[in-house]
């Protein structure tokens, strides 16, 4: 499968989603499928995409919130699952675009290229693994955390970059879910 | 005593997400904390989840705090960048080792550290050095960091916290 096509049917009716992205191919991946202002692309912070949406998720407990992060960036925040694990939030899903790679430096190959199994180690943290078929269901509408880990060609193609100022990221986000509370605190 | 006026600190600001990972010094702390319905403590396998945490929480409109001690410091150096970068409030309680009295010679290396990383990475530092001065302390970061984006560490130290010995540490 190829990763735009995976990550734009995966935002395709996204209504209000809240999405973040983990840095590299999948933050170019989301803004490929229509930047928003409910995206938080990270440019940085390697390991961390799952973590930012769990805390996005206990803040916002009526929204539905998507981390789409790459196979590399999962591994370096494995111990992310085990905490989300403990909290379980229902409105989190986690998906990992895994080309096996670590797509920007060279396309070296991950630890999921031998073997290891994203899907087993989000299983023992207690996650709801899901498979793309009922993925819609899980980040729209059925009690989570979910976790689905989709395979995808590992190819290089052309960079689509969302704006790469942190502030300006993080202002927008909060203003466009927050309104007019965004700036009151 | 000092645990409980700043859980009081921290419910007055509107704190309601509380990451850490344990430290003797923050036992009472985080059990007030637990005990709190207003607040969601969470824990973590490595400090560095703690500045996620804060970061999606603040994106989703709430306020946090983190806890850890001075070895964890390390553990979020390079995610710091991404609080700078950002301008993220976040207001972390670092309870020190490896100051007066430290027992452990590992513990020595990463405390002697502490406030220079963090402010290598941007982040203020805030040291009371006696007891008396913990809360205002606190009070003063918290709204150094919501009301100015800043990042805000508050090191409390060793000699306030008063373990002595590992003895001593397993006791409390």
Not at chain 1, 18 to 40: K, Y
Not at chain 1, 137 to 143: D, L, M, N, V
Not at chain 2, 12 to 35: M, S, T
Not at chain 2, 166 to 172: G, I, Y
Request: charged share 20%.
């Amino acid at each position: 499968m190829k990763r735009r096509d995976v990550v734009k049917k995966l935002l395709s009716g996204r209504k209000d989603l809240l999405v973040i992205a983990g840095l590299g191919s999948t933050a170019w991946d989301i803004t490929a499928a229509g930047d928003s202002p409910l995206n938080f692309p990270l440019w940085g912070a390697m390991g961390q995409a799952a973590m930012i949406g769990l805390g996005l998720a206990l803040a916002q407990p009526k929204r539905r919130v998507l981390v789409i992060t790459g196979d590399g960036e999962m591994l370096m925040g494995m111990g992310s699952l085990a905490t989300i694990g403990v909290q379980k939030p229902k409105n989190l899903t986690v998906v990992v675009i895994d080309n096996e790679r670590y797509g920007e430096t060279g396309m070296q190959e991950t630890h999921t290229a031998h073997g290891i199994d994203l899907n087993g180690v989000a299983r023992a943290c207690g996650l709801n693994v899901v498979d793309s078929k009922n993925l819609q269901g899980a980040i729209h509408k059925a009690p989570g955390p979910h976790f689905a880990v989709i395979k995808v060609d590992a190819e290089k193609i052309p960079l689509v970059l969302p704006p790469r100022e942190g502030a300006l990221l993080k202002a927008r986000f909060r203003r466009a879910l927050l309104g007019s509370k965004a700036d009151a605190e | 005593m000092w645990p409980e006026q700043i859980h009081k600190e921290l419910s007055g600001a509107g704190v309601r997400v509380v990451g850490y990972v344990p430290d003797a010094g923050h036992k009472r702390l985080i059990e007030l904390c637990q005990a709190d319905q207003k607040m969601r403590a969470v824990v973590l396998s490595t400090e560095e989840e703690g500045i996620g945490l804060a970061a999606g929480a603040w994106l989703g409109g709430q306020k946090s705090v983190l806890l850890m001690q001075s070895s964890g410091v390390g553990n979020v150096i390079n995610v710091l960048g991404m609080v700078r970068e950002c301008r993220f409030p976040l207001v972390t309680l670092v309870t020190m080792r490896g100051e007066q009295g430290e027992f452990n010679p590992w513990q020595v290396p990463m405390g002697q550290a502490t406030r220079p990383v963090l402010e290598a990475m941007g982040t203020v530092v805030h040291a009371p050095a006696t007891e008396a001065e913990i809360v205002p302390t606190v009070n003063a970061a918290l709204r150094l960091a919501y009301n100015s984006y800043a990042s805000v560490a508050v090191l409390i130290p060793q000699r306030v916290i008063g373990i002595k010995s590992f003895q001593d540490q397993t006791s409390r």
